[in-house]
């Protein structure tokens, strides 16, 4: 069973490999400064789930620059490739209109950035976001992503995420209008729910964008396997015995199902997790991501 990767998109997209460079813009979030909530989402690091973002005290534009150097030098000596700009921590569109505009033409004026991405909430994309974000994307495209997790309303309430599944449908309605390319991001294994409660999600989410777009591959989704970091309300409840996490086998199995579920109609931007190794409490068999992969894959090739 083949699904449709980033990577592949990307090329299609660009003509080449894309990297993504995690930058933290320096943003706040809503579930965190007291106007939906004060203590975050139950899984949500300090860094507000983006440990691997580059060092908050640079200028947008250094944070950028300082990846790019960092990849290439991985890299052979003239391989054409490109690099999307990844505002990946807290919430990415939760500021004035005139900051944000600043923080993103920032990332865009670099030449070999060939798009950005925005990690965001639903509840924080009005009109006027729209309309700067439409602005932008005819400089260089947008992916906007949008923090789902689940759509059970028992794990919405328990995983204090503080929005409903009604804000979400308003903000995809919002954003496919412009056009931009909008990615939902999916927890798989979050305590009390069922294979079937994290299948309807993902069910969900394909529906969702079927019903708002006819244009292909506009959507994507990310599936990522439930991690436990350390110092999170999570980690409490982890360590109290309320919940277990899943094991390398059933996550590759609900994968598998999600992947034919989703039966190419969106792009698979992630399959699984990338827990920084540090704070990773649970499950430990994550941190080998090239076993992970090699599993999912073999599990793939054989559906
Ligand atoms: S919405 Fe995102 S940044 Fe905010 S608390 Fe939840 S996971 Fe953290």
Not at 98 to 126: F, H, M, N, Q
Request: charged content about 30%.
């Amino acid at each position: 069973m083949e699904y449709i990767s980033a990577n592949r998109y990307f090329r299609e997209c660009f003509g080449r490999k894309v990297y993504k460079v995690a930058i933290d813009g320096g943003f706040t979030c809503p579930n965190r400064d007291g106007t939906r909530g004060n203590g975050g989402c139950i899984f949500c690091s300090g860094r507000g789930s983006g440990d691997f973002a580059s060092d908050p005290r640079l200028s947008i534009a250094d944070q950028v620059k300082q990846g790019i150097d960092l990849i290439k030098s991985k890299l052979p000596k003239g391989e054409e490739v490109g690099f999307m700009a990844y505002f990946q921590n807290f919430t990415n569109t939760y500021a004035d209109i005139e900051v944000l505009r600043s923080k993103y033409i920032e990332a865009i004026e670099i030449s070999e950035v060939v798009g950005i991405s925005i990690a965001t909430r639903p509840d924080c994309i009005d009109d006027d976001i729209a309309n700067l974000l439409s602005e932008l994307n005819r400089i260089k495209p947008i992916w906007i992503e949008l923090g789902l997790q689940t759509i059970k309303d028992e794990s919405v309430r328990y995983i204090w995420r503080g929005y409903d599944n009604k804000e979400y449908v308003e903000a995809i309605n919002r954003l496919s209008q412009h056009g931009f390319h909008i990615i939902t991001h999916v927890i798989l294994g979050l305590p009390g729910e069922t294979v079937d409660d994290m299948l309807a999600t993902v069910r969900w989410v394909k529906e969702v964008a079927c019903d708002f777009s006819d244009k292909p591959l506009q959507f994507g989704i990310k599936l990522q396997l439930l991690h436990v970091i350390r110092g999170t309300d999570l980690e409490t409840d982890f360590r109290n015995g309320l919940f277990d996490t899943l094991t390398l086998e059933e996550y590759v199995e609900i994968v598998r199902r999600a992947v034919r579920i989703i039966d190419n109609k969106l792009v698979i931007h992630r399959i699984t997790g990338d827990g920084d190794k540090r704070t990773l409490v649970a499950p430990m068999w994550s941190t080998d991501k090239k076993r992970v992969l090699n599993t999912i894959n073999r599990a793939l090739r054989e559906t």
